[in-house]
Each structure stands twice: as C-alpha cells, then as structure tokens.
C-alpha cells in the first residue's frame, strides 16, 4: 500500500458514535499536501486510525445538502 498524509484542516462536527471510542466525523482534510476537501469517515479518539469514508469538493457537498433537503423523511 502506497503511504499517504493528511492534514485535518479544520473538525466541522461528530455525526455519531460508535463502539470502541471511535466516531463518524464531518472534517475538512488535505491529503497529501492538496487543497482540502470535506471528508466523513469514522475516527479513532487520537486520529491516528480511520475507517474507510468519502472525501466531497465543496460543489459536491452543497450538492448533497440539497438533496438531503429535498428528501422526505417519514418518522420512525
């Protein structure tokens, strides 16, 4: 496996727990000394560990939120 770097630019917000400490994250994260992207994925408390996520530009983001607005949650 190739190495890599990333930066944590800036932590937007935790989404939710899981088992183990770790927690699902909204970051903005610069990989390999790029511009930063918005990137969810599951953390270890210290960072040095991650799950597998998805990295969005910000046109992709705003994309998303206005599909997630657009959706009709029905109440559980």
Do not use: C, T
Request: aromatic share 10%.
């Amino acid at each position: 496996m190739a190495e890599f770097s990333y930066d944590i630019v800036e932590e937007l917000g935790v989404i939710g727990q899981g088992r183990g400490g770790w927690s699902r994250e909204l970051n903005k994260i610069s990989w390999n000394g790029r511009e930063p992207k918005y990137d969810l994925r599951d953390w270890a408390p210290d960072h040095e560990k991650m799950g597998k996520g998805i990295s969005l530009s910000k046109e992709d983001l705003l994309a998303l939120r206005d599909l997630l607005n657009e959706l009709d949650f029905e109440e559980d």
